[in-house]
Every structure is written in C-alpha cells, then in structure tokens.
C-alpha cells in the first residue's frame, strides 16, 4: 500500500467520473481516476460518437441545470481546442393533448426557452421527409444539438491529466473500506482518499455493496441503431436536417429519438428510448429485438426516406431509477463518499454540471444546484442496506 493519500478518488472515467475528476484538479484536489477497462473503451454508457444536447425538458430543475451546462460545454470546448458540439435544432413531436407535451411546452416557455412552434399545415415544408403523427404537435428547441461524445470524453481526460490529475485504467476496483480516509483495492494495489466519488455505471451498486448500500438501479441494454437513407444525405446535418424527439409514440411506450446522419455518411441513427434488463458483465448475452420492432413500424410510417431495416446496430447501457432522476448524494452514512447514478439514459449532455456539483460535494461545499430532486432520501422504501 502506498503512503500517498489523495484528496479525492473517483471511480469509474465515463463523462461524469472523467468531468468530476476534471473540476476536482481545477479546484486543485490531488486526484486519482480508476477505471476498471483499458481506455478508451465500449462497454459502458459514455462512448459512441453523438449525444442529443438540449434544454427541451419538462422538468425545470433539468432546464436550470443545462443553462449552465450550455456554458460549461463552450468553456471545455475552448479549452481543448476542439469542437464538441454542433447546433442542428431539435425537432419535439408529442401528442397534442399529452400531460408530457403539454408540460414540455409550459415549462419551456416560462424559462423563455428559445423555440419555434411549428403548425401542422407548414409542417412538411420546414421538415421535409417526415410524416407527423395524427394529432401530434411539433416544436423545435433551436439550441439544442449534437455533441461528439467520444471526442468530448478524452477531451475531458486530457485536460484532467494536464492539470495533474492521474488516470488509471485497466484496474478493477476489488474493495472499499470506508472511514475518514476510504482505502480503494484493485487489482494491482491499495489506494487511499479522503473522499471517494463513484460515478460507475452500470456497475454502481456492485461498488455500492462494500458501503452497505444498494440503490434501486436497473441495468438495461440499449440497441443504437442506424438506417440506411435511401437517398444519401436527406436526413444529413449538412443538408440541417435536425435532432429529433418523438414523445409517447404509442400509450405505454418509450420515446423514441434520432439523430441526423453524421458520424456514418449515409446512415442515420435512430433509438427507442429503453431496452431489456441486462447483467453488465454479460451484456450481450442479452437478444431482445422488441425495441426494433417497434423502430421499424415507426420509421416505415412516419421516416419514408429510410430503409426500414437497421443497417448497424451497436450498443450501449442504461442505468435506470424507477422515477428516471439522477442520483446525485453523499452517502446516507458516509459522508465522504459521493455517489453519481442512475443517469437512466439522458445523462451525457448534463456531464460538466454533474461534474461541477460532484466535486462541490466531495469538496465540502454547498451545491450551486438545489440537488433535492436527485436525493437518496427519495427511495427509501426501495434504497436498502445491504447488510
């Protein structure tokens, strides 16, 4: 074991582990990141080349949230040198008279959002090649985006590692002992922090269970997949075609959401928002194709310009709360111990503000963000000891 104590450690370097370490070393933390694979790597929640950035929510507490995220992107973004997001506009289809598109349009409209509201007959002159469902009404966040995860992730490690920081992958967190300073086992040795943050995924609870907690977490396996224009280039951000949100495509189902395409010439990536419980070791283990089902019925009925068969499908995980809120909180009984979880699949675009206030709490500090909505407390009849 090595005598070194570090101010904090973080374990687990997706966007949030990778911004949380970024903003400690920012605010001079002598910290260490573990990552239990080689980096960079797939088989967690934060890789894959695009991510929706947006401020369409109907919670305010998530609009607020992103304001700040908005700028902390372009701060990053100017740091590196490298560009992480492009604004393409996002297109929000929901039924009409929904609770959810109601509400959606509310809350951006008393946080004075920027948005277009788009009436049926100029529909199809605005957004060519899509057909609007039957009693849908359409708006567009003209902020919102496309980020370069992949890019904006080792950016984000980098700039982590040039203000001091130390990654390091390829170590499998083994053990935790928890006390005023937490000692963290891998594989190749014993680390020592005065705080801990764990930001792991898929892998929380796992992690969870050497601090006698388990949080109400579902690991689910997410197919990403992309279809083939049948004309290259009519969903293509070149041609400013935008992001897209449909909302409750049928009662009882999941959002489904697309992407111009970008990153595959020719191909544009379109996702049902939810997948089949998986086990995070063995996630391919996992078959179901019920989500491409429904995509496919989707895409023939209202994407006419795509061949209604995926031509790629990659994948991705989901770690979801049964109210589908984040967990951002310090440990019930250790208070050095920060948790980040349950980002139930529309985490990424949140990453340096998750950061930020991850870093406060393990700082000892007062969140710049009223983190009520995201607290343990809120399960407490599911979040049990694990004793």
Known sequence: MSS????????????????????????????????????????????????????????????????????????????????????????????????????????????????????????????????????????????????????????????????????????????????????????????????????????????????????????????????KEKIPGTYSVSQRFPCFIQMEPKEGEYDIYGLPSNEYPGLMKVCYHMGSETEPDERDKQTDRGDIDILMRYITRCLPGLVPVPAVVESCMYTVTPDHHFVLDSHPTYGNIIIGAGFSGHGFKFGPIIGKVLSQLAMGQVPSHDLSPFGIKRFQSQARSSL
């Open 4 to 227: 070194e104590v570090y101010d904090c450690i973080v374990i687990g370097a997706g966007i949030q582990g990778s911004c949380t370490a970024y903003q400690l070393a920012k605010n001079q933390q002598k910290t260490l990141l573990l990552e239990q694979f080689v980096l960079p790597h797939s088989r967690g929640s934060s890789h894959g080349q695009t991510r929706i950035i947006r401020k369409a929510y109907e919670e305010y507490f998530y609009i607020q949230m992103m304001q700040e995220s908005y700028e902390l992107w372009a701060q990053l973004e100017e740091e590196a040198g490298v560009e992480l997001y492009r604004r393409t506009g996002l297109l929000v289809m929901g039924p009409e008279n929904s609770e959810g598109f109601s509400r959606l349009q509310a809350t951006m409209q008393s946080h004075k959002i920027p948005r277009v509201v788009l009436e049926k007959q100029e529909f199809s002159q605005h957004i060519p090649n899509v057909n609007l469902t039957d009693g849908n009404g359409a708006l567009i966040d003209t902020l919102a985006g496309v980020l370069y995860a992949d890019r904006a992730l080792r950016a984000v490690q980098r700039l982590f590692q040039s203000g001091g920081g130390v990654i390091k992958d390829g170590e499998k967190v083994i053990d935790i002992t928890p006390g005023a300073v937490v000692s963290v086992t891998t594989g190749s040795g014993v680390y020592r922090g005065r705080n801990l943050v764990i930001t792991a995924g898929p892998w929380a609870n796992r992690l969870l269970t050497h601090t006698a907690l388990q949080l109400p977490l579902k690991v689910v396996k997410i197919n990403v997949c992309y279809w």
